[in-house]
């Protein structure tokens, strides 16, 4: 229930595990005593405290009342991913206001750097902010997919743990195709080369075959990476000979890399005389 002046007019917002009624259910203005009165109905999961706020229509002046869900405690985050290159602010939410919570990552992390774990004290609406920060590079390829061990307090008291989240440090790398064709000779290559990779990252570029029709020779696999370099870049080379253009039977790449959470399969026609280029991912 909200209070001010007599038959002006209002509006109504609502934040956290909550909704308001539809619109027609909701009053207007203030009534002839300057009172006006709405309810509201929680969703799942309940862990957000309801702040249901109205004010004049005008702006002038606003006033908010805050509803604190007092059942078992269930942490949660807001996101489940890190930009590698940029770090971000994770939320995690649902533990009691102005209480402390001790987070930890459950592993060593060698791709991203979390900036404030440890003991933590809760704002007003039970959230606690977890800073992650870019790493300058990676020394020991573990923890690029971490969980939080939480440690906080029941209502009643009670230490509680639990683990939150499955979070993922992204990385986000680009795929080209490139073909070519000596001009001296009948010698053609095709190239799948991943770039803005992690150095020392491996790379699974199982299935990536150049399918080849009559008059050509059997492929063979010039370059075969195993991992990203230093530069960030890994390469597929398979080259074959090709001397006259076929009437049928187009050679065909198929192109398939898993890396960094990422699983792509592309196929191409290969042009005769090569100068293929394409970034298609």
């Known amino acids: ?93 649902g533990l009691i206001p102005n209480s402390s919570v001790d987070v930890q990552p459950d592993q ?13 004290h ?11 920060k870019p790493i300058g590079k990676v020394a020991q390829h573990t923890g690029r997919i971490f969980s939080l061990k939480v440690k906080y307090k029941e209502w009643d008291g009670a230490d509680s743990e639990a683990i939150v989240g499955s979070i993922e440090v992204q990385k986000r790398i680009h795929a080209i195709y490139d073909t070519w064709k000596d001009p001296a000779s009948c010698y053609t290559s095709a190239t799948l080369t991943l770039t803005d990779g992690i150095a020392g990252e491996k790379v699974d570029f199982s299935g990536t075959n150049l399918l ?46 898993n890396t960094l959470g990422v699983n792509v399969t592309e196929t191409r026609a290969v042009t005769f005389g090569g100068g293929d280029h394409e970034r298609f991912y």
Not at 39 to 55: A, D, G, L, M, Q
Not at 123 to 132: I, R
Not at 231 to 237: D, F, H, L, P, Y
């Open 108 to 120: 060593y992390l060698g791709y991203t750097n979390f900036v404030n774990k440890g003991t933590l």
């Open 212 to 257: 080849v029709g009559l008059g050509q020779t059997v492929p063979i696999i010039q370059r075969w990476d195993k991992e990203f370099d230093n530069s960030g870049e890994a390469k597929v080379v398979i080259s074959t000979t090709w001397c006259t253009k076929p009437l049928t039977d187009t050679p065909t790449f198929t192109m398939r890399f």
């Open 122 to 132: 809760t704002d007003d609406k039970g959230s606690v902010y977890l800073n992650f």
């Open 1 to 93: 229930m909200a209070k001010g002046t007599p038959y002006a007019k209002i509006k109504w917002s609502i934040a956290g595990d909550g909704v308001l009624p539809k619109e027609d259910l909701i009053p207007k203005y203030f009534d002839s005593k300057g009172t006006a009165l709405t309810k509201f109905r929680t969703i799942n999961p309940n862990v957000r405290p309801i702040t249901v706020s109205v004010e004049y229509e005008d702006g002038s002046e606003k006033a908010s009342e805050t509803a604190v869900f007092n059942g078992p405690i269930h942490p949660r985050i807001n996101v489940n991913n890190i930009p590698f290159d940029t770090g971000t602010t994770i939320e995690l939410y």
